[in-house]
């Protein structure tokens, strides 16, 4: 589904920030991205969600080499890899109910066809009664599970996380891991960036270690 | 709910200063075609009126007096095509005429005043202009068949001349307007380089994230170009209320072009400057 080959990123200003990165993720597989803060996590998902172009080496999503994707066939790439990003990045003039929508809007479809889903899916990462809040007004865990719930109203095959647990308490850690399991068995593929060595300890799911850009072997753990 | 909101924060994109500019050069581009259509109608009455009309001027020779060749003069009218009435001005008439510059009661019975006649023509008959000045040549050589030529020629040049000037500002008000548009539109997608990023990676196409741009800055220039519109309008219907046979619906309707190519001029400018611009992101 998502496969790496030999690829290294390189920023203008000479510094390697990804070398020689190999690894692939299967259909319905669960990752753990660790490694400590500045190794490289942000830039590798950045890959994978097509915000960035790797310096060397392939990077194929779904089958097809990432480089060589027309501009025009991103939208439908991007729309089949949800994000939850490391900030949030919801969009402060929106409510949040506007803001989970966004996805199926960019799409075209009418909300009749989707605010029931939207509320159902509200309601499942406990924001049913916030839909009309602005995100300014919501707490971290709160603007964190927002942003989940926009990254998986539109059914992606990929989910992507950066840092999910970095701003909210353990216990509501802990609920938003039960929540990426849930995804999980449902089919989608997690893949969850994080520094938190709580979050993969006892963990069943493999990980991929970065350390200074490169992936490193993690004997023993599984 | 969400379907209908604006996804780019309101004004963001389009704010007041831009409607304001927006509205003045639709009401420039507006007084501008309103000007040049004004002075097209008024020439056009003008000369449609010279040139229904002729003048023959009938002055006495070294062995005819204007008197002696008007008979002949007459002659040569009646049996002349294209002409449907003539009248011999009185000299009376030519007297008051000559008024204003020689003065009330100075005109001397000994001033040669010369024989007048307006010539009105027919319209849906030929006038052969040249054939008829031969003839009277012939038969009364002090008369003079004036078919108001300078005059006419005059007028037009002076359209001319004020067509030309209204198609340059007209040409620099679209000019500047769509500068201003395209430094708007830039400005709207640096304030919003966050939300369109966003857009992007949730799978939104570029065509999407323009219209999103073209929504706010038409319902803006909707607005914008109404009021310049109706602002030329009501100048010109205070301008036309002064003048009798000015005003139609016609003038109006060509009017209200400015307006609607200025919006299709605005949506056109962002689509491709947006689209241009979203194409060099990733």
Known sequence: MIRFENVSLRYDNNTDVLQDINFELKPGSFHFLTGSSGAGKTSLLKLIFLAGKPSGGKVFLFNQDSARLPRAALPEIRRRIGVVFQEFRLLDHLTIYENVSLPLRVCNIKETQYRSNILELMNWVGLGDRINAFPTTLSGGEQQRAAIARAVVGRPNVIIADEPTGNVDTEIGMRLMRLFAELNKQGTTILIATHDKQLWEGSPYPRLHLEQGSLVPTYGEY | ?282
């Open chain 2, 1 to 282: 709910m969400a379907g209908n909101s604006q996804i780019l924060p309101r004004n963001s994109v389009a704010g007041p200063a831009l409607g304001a500019v927006t509205a003045t050069m639709c009401f420039l581009a507006c007084l501008a075609l309103g000007a040049v259509l004004s002075v097209n109608k008024a020439a056009h009455n003008w000369l449609t009126q010279a040139t229904g009309a002729v003048t023959i001027q009938i002055t006495d020779t070294e062995n005819l007096t204007a008197r002696d060749q008007l008979q002949a003069v007459e002659r040569v009218l009646k049996r002349t095509r294209g002409i449907k009435t003539y009248e011999i001005i009185p000299e009376e008439k030519l007297i008051g005429l000559l008024e204003p510059w020689l003065g009330t009661g100075n005109v001397t019975a000994d001033l040669p005043i010369p024989v007048m006649l307006d010539v009105s023509l027919n319209k849906e008959q030929r006038f052969n202009e040249n054939g008829l000045r031969i003839e009277l040549s012939a038969v009364a050589p002090g008369a003079k068949l004036d078919t108001h030529g300078r005059w006419r020629q005059n007028l037009e040049r002076g359209v001319q001349t004020l067509r030309v000037l209204a198609s340059l500002i007209l040409i620099l008000v679209t000019i500047a307007t769509a500068t201003v548009i395209i430094f708007a539109t830039r400005a709207g997608l640096g304030t919003n380089k966050q939300t369109v990023e966003v857009l992007h990676l949730i799978g939104a196409r570029d065509k999407f994230i323009s219209r999103q741009f073209e929504r706010q800055f038409l319902t803006l220039s909707l607005l914008s170009c109404a009021i310049g519109y109706v602002a030329a309008a009501s100048i010109f219907h205070l301008l036309f209320t002064l003048m009798t046979d000015m005003e139609d619906m016609q003038f109006y309707l060509l009017l209200l072009s400015v307006p609607v190519l200025s919006i299709l001029m605005t949506w056109l400018i962002i689509r491709n400057f947006v689209i241009r611009t979203l194409a060099k992101a990733l």
